[in-house]
Each structure stands twice: as C-alpha cells, then as structure tokens.
C-alpha cells in the first residue's frame, strides 16, 4: 500500500505545483487534474487494504472522475470565453474583470 500512497503523493506534489507557478489557465486546469488523481488512487488503494469487502472508494473514485469532467468542460468554456474577450488565457489579466 505504500507505493500506492508515495505515488499519490508524487502526483499530487506535482499538481500543487503546476497550480501554484502556473500563469496559464490550461496549465492550471491540467494541474488540478492531476490532484484529483492522486486523490483517485488514494481511495482506491485504502479500499482495497483497509475496507475489503466495501466498494465505498471505487464509488468515490468514480464520483471525482465525475466531478473531474464537470471541471473541466465548464473550465473550458470559461477560458474560451475569456480568450475570445482578450485574446490572452494568462491568469494576470482575470483582476481586469472584477470592474
């Protein structure tokens, strides 16, 4: 179960990253996917080691992976709309539209 665990960790690391320095939307998006990765295998793996008999964290996993595409297609349409206003996905320019 440990190296189920290390490579959630890894995965997740990765994605914190990638969303703390990115400046490009797409490349934040993709990070966040990578989170909920990591997330996925960690409820896989406790079930399978912890709760055997229960299907609780496939159901779990199954729900993120929901959760994930949701993200991602409204994140999507945010970005294009956003583009299409300024021609530019860097997140610097998003504090222009709180006026």
Do not use: H, P
């Not at 079930?47 to 779990?60: P, R, S």
């Amino acid at each position: 179960m440990q190296y189920y665990l290390i490579l959630a960790g890894i995965l997740f690391a990765i994605g914190l990253f990638g969303v703390i320095t990115r400046r490009n939307t797409v490349g934040i998006l993709m990070s966040l996917e990578l989170m909920f990765n990591a997330a996925n295998i960690n409820f896989v793996a406790f079930n399978k080691y912890v709760i055997t008999g229960d299907l609780a964290g496939q159901m779990f996993a199954i729900f993120i992976v929901a959760v994930a595409a949701a993200e991602a297609t409204i994140g999507l349409a945010i970005v294009l709309l956003i583009y299409r206003n300024w021609r530019g996905i860097d997140t610097d320019n998003y504090s222009i539209m709180k006026w």
